[in-house]
């Protein structure tokens, strides 16, 4: 059952079906009901991979095929998402291009969840700790230097000013996934779309990535956007000029997705996922009614 797709979309659909009824009953509330189908949904693909992770190791399956059992599952998943979704609260333009971009970067993780090559899922560093980091590191500059006291003491009084402005519980460090292969460790962002409003968040993947800088050269960022992004992106060409992150845009990041992985997610979505044919016929008729089949890609 875990490569049969159709199979797992009918599995899904069930469970959905089942609680639906139940979750109209106790709330009329579309949103509602719509947070509580995806839970559902949801609890019934981790559990599903749960079995299948028991029946792995039973079975002594080796990552590429637990991979592409973890691809079909999710899959499955998300197409009944979509559809019990939309029976509840039907999509329009901005909710289901979202949407799609939401459910593509963790489906992409799963690649680096279950690599095929070699490397290691890390956690990332907490800012206070960086921060004490290079208060330390200024600090004892400061005081190797060959001047009095007093000059010490302003140097470090002014180097402080800064830091004093800084709230570092709004600076995270924390990317949407973390890992160490061959000695560098690489600290990457998926975006489904760069939009023309990308000022607050470019400045703030700087600031990361210039943090990240002054950890180390074994420290590396790196954005994936899912969407073919032109030239006349500003922010999105502020990123790729800064020197600071490495940046994929849509068949690129795919490559690099397998340079990491080993495993060819490109040629498994060209395979396996047919949004159109396998979207049931109430959701394909509404999306094909309000022009957003085209969106329905990876």
């Not at 979309?9 to 979750?23: G, H, K, P, V």
């Not at 400045?203 to 943090?211: F, T």
Request: charged share 25%.
């Amino acid at each position: 059952m875990y490569a049969d797709k159709t199979a797992l979309i009918n599995f899904f659909r069930d469970a959905a079906s089942r609680n639906l009824q139940e979750i109209q009953r106790v709330s009329a509330d579309y949103k509602e009901q719509a947070k509580r189908i995806n839970a559902v949904i949801r609890i019934e693909k981790d559990k599903t991979i749960e079995q299948m992770l028991q029946y792995a190791e039973a079975n002594q399956l080796g990552n590429g095929e637990v991979l592409n059992y973890v691809l079909y599952i999710t899959y499955a998943s998300y197409v009944v998402m979509l559809e019990f979704r939309n029976k509840v609260w039907p999509y329009e333009y901005m909710a289901f291009a979202r949407r799609i971009g939401e459910l593509w970067e963790p489906f992409c993780k799963e690649a680096f969840y279950y690599s095929v090559k070699p490397l290691t899922i890390t956690e990332p560093p907490v800012f206070d700790d960086v921060q004490r980091t290079m208060k330390q590191s200024a600090a004892d500059y400061i005081d190797s230097l060959a001047v009095d006291s007093q000059t010490k003491r302003m140097l470090l009084y002014h180097y402080n000013i800064p830091w004093n402005l800084v709230d570092s519980g709004g600076i995270q460090l924390g990317l949407d996934l973390h890992f160490e292969q061959n000695g560098i460790r690489y600290n990457c962002d998926f975006k489904s779309g760069f939009s023309s409003n990308e000022k607050g968040n470019t400045n703030r993947l700087l600031l990361v990535a210039s943090i990240y800088r002054y950890l180390g050269q074994t420290e590396k960022t790196i954005l994936f956007v899912r969407q073919n992004e032109d030239e006349n992106n500003h922010y999105l060409q502020t990123l790729k000029n800064s020197g600071l992150w490495e940046v994929f845009c849509a068949e690129d990041v795919y490559a690099k997705i397998y340079e990491f992985t080993g495993f060819h997610l490109r040629s498994w979505l060209d395979s396996n996922a047919v949004w159109e044919n396998d979207i049931d016929d109430q959701l394909r008729r509404h999306l094909k009614a309000e022009g957003l089949i085209k969106y329905l890609t990876w």
